[in-house]
């Protein structure tokens, strides 16, 4: 059975907290892929500002292009409107075929509030999760909701010690209106990009 994972979000834009997350999936969890999904809308971020679809797509090329196992989908960049992980799933699922076992990947805080998500019963029943984690950070927590799931949906769940980077999206752009360098959130190349098409002038 091919074993796909589905990594989604903004990616506003893609930086290092990102990349180890999907690199350490593909490895931890023996992944014959990873599909990176960048959202034309998330469900819950839709008053929120974004760079175009274009840029980030660009961006996450650039980002992932050493990555053998990992590729970039513009699935829901070219749908429109809100991106819903289950209907992403269901269409990679379907263009994979019946031997695929989909894997979604995704922040331990993301994870805690999936029952709130569009079909999150389906979801939950149908696909499979990837967890990102780091020490101590809500473990009781994320313990009692997976054995919930697990009671629930008998579905499965993995958890990995991603590397952690405190880095946030308000952070670099900020970052790149002051002049200052990116090396710490973004690869050279994105960084490159960035600066060239000058893609978060004047947003904080």
């Keep these: 059975m091919t074993k796909i994972g589905v990594f989604g979000g903004t990616f506003d834009p893609v930086h290092w907290g990102h990349i180890y997350l999907a690199r350490q999936a593909v490895s931890e969890c023996?992944?014959?892929?990873?599909?990176?999904?960048?959202?034309?809308?998330?469900?819950?971020?839709?008053?929120?500002?974004?760079?175009?679809?274009?840029?980030?797509?660009?961006?996450?090329?650039?980002?992932?292009?050493?990555?053998?196992?990992?590729?970039?989908?513009?699935?829901?960049?070219?749908?429109?409107?809100?991106?819903y992980t289950i209907d992403t799933l269901s269409e990679i699922k379907r263009l994979h075929g019946k031997d695929t076992e989909i894997f979604f990947i995704l922040g331990v805080d993301a994870f805690l509030k999936v029952e709130q998500w569009k079909d999150a019963e389906k979801l939950l029943r149908d696909y499979s999760f990837v967890v990102g984690t780091r020490p101590g950070y809500r473990q009781n927590e994320l313990e009692g909701f997976i054995g919930h799931l697990n009671i629930v949906y008998s579905n499965k769940i993995m958890t990995i010690k991603n590397k952690q980077i405190d880095i946030s999206s308000t952070e670099i752009k900020r970052a790149i209106n002051l002049c200052e360098s990116l090396s710490g959130f973004v690869p050279p190349d994105v960084e490159r990009y960035i600066n060239s098409n000058e893609v978060y002038r004047g947003i904080y």
């Design 30 to 83: 023996d992944l014959d892929m990873v599909i990176v999904t960048p959202a034309a809308a998330q469900p819950f971020k839709q008053e929120q500002a974004t760079a175009s679809g274009v840029h980030r797509f660009n961006m996450i090329n650039l980002a992932f292009e050493v990555d053998e196992k990992i590729y970039v989908s513009d699935i829901e960049l070219k749908k429109g409107g809100v991106s």
